[in-house]
């Protein structure tokens, strides 16, 4: 088709053309302007770009909160990870700094407000350190690896970090691993190379307590003259199997005699005692009635 001829076809019945593209576009506006306009509140992760590996910002919060302005059906659809929080360091100098939070958003949303509009922290030179780990298990004794982890961050936040902590609940095979302080307070904004510690359950902790010993009663055909044996034993074992163990039974090799022997103790699966346990007895025929 020539140039002419496709001229031509557009000039063709051209004011009802014009018209129906008015039509449309003042329709289309109408449409826009009776949507309602309404705001939403989201919180977002601060993100940080221009600064690179050598250097790390201390101090600057971990989330903002953004108040975003748009049409209804916009902001309905609208994924939080649209909104995107940020703060550029490009061409700040090591030492403390203040910079505006910077926002990008979708189109057709507009920033009404950020809490805070500009945050002040401190860049400093990255520093590393290992750290050893320390897994505590409240109810087990555990072995676990590694035994020393690499921390990385801000070389002010390293050097208050002393180890590497874990704590192990349910003898599960992993564990996170959090860096902390002299007092045994969370470093917040180091990382940790690895970040967990595989632990392995190698028995139950142990724990030990004094209970009182009572002896198995004789036949009925012995008569026990003279009894000495400890009022209370110590007994150890699991705390879990512990509870509830205020005394323990003792089997008697009863026999006529004068004689020490050792004690037979029922105890709670898990649960041993401390020491042998003896008895010094006399003992005689219970004699049968004339």
Do not use: C
């Amino acid at each position: 088709m020539s140039p002419i001829e496709l001229l031509r076809r557009l000039l063709h019945n051209w004011p009802i053309k014009l018209a129906a593209l008015l039509t449309a576009t003042i329709l289309w506006y109408q449409l826009r302007e009776v949507e309602p306009v309404v705001e939403r509140s989201l919180e977002r992760p601060l993100e940080v770009v221009g600064v690179d590996a050598e250097r790390r910002p201390v101090g600057l919060p971990g989330r903002v909160l953004v108040r975003l302005r748009g049409t209804a059906r916009i902001l309905k659809n609208l994924h939080p990870n649209a909104v995107v929080t940020f703060v550029d360091l490009s061409g700040v100098e090591e030492g403390p700094f203040t910079v505006p939070v910077q926002v990008r958003t979708p189109s057709g949303v507009r920033v009404v407000e950020v809490v805070p509009a500009e945050v002040s922290a401190v860049l400093e030179r990255q520093g590393a350190a290992v750290l050893p780990v320390v897994v505590f298990a409240p109810e087990n004794v555990v072995s676990y690896n590694p035994k020393s982890v690499e921390a990385r961050g801000a070389a002010s936040l390293v050097e208050r970090a002393r180890a590497a902590i874990g704590v192990d609940m349910d003898g599960k095979g992993k564990v996170t691993l959090v860096p902390v302080d002299d007092d045994g307070r969370p470093v917040e904004g180091l990382e940790l190379d690895p970040a967990a510690a595989e632990v392995e359950v190698v028995g139950p902790l142990l724990t030990s307590k004094e209970v009182d010993l009572v002896l198995a009663p004789p036949p009925e055909d012995l008569r026990p003259v003279s009894v000495k044996v400890p009022a209370r034993v110590v007994v150890v074992g699991p705390p879990k199997a512990l509870e509830g163990v205020s005394s323990v039974i003792a089997k008697v090799d009863w026999r006529v005699g004068e004689y020490t022997t050792a004690l037979e103790l029922s105890l709670p699966e898990g649960v041993s005692v401390i020491g042998s346990v003896l008895a010094q007895l006399k003992v005689e025929p219970v004699k049968p009635l004339e």
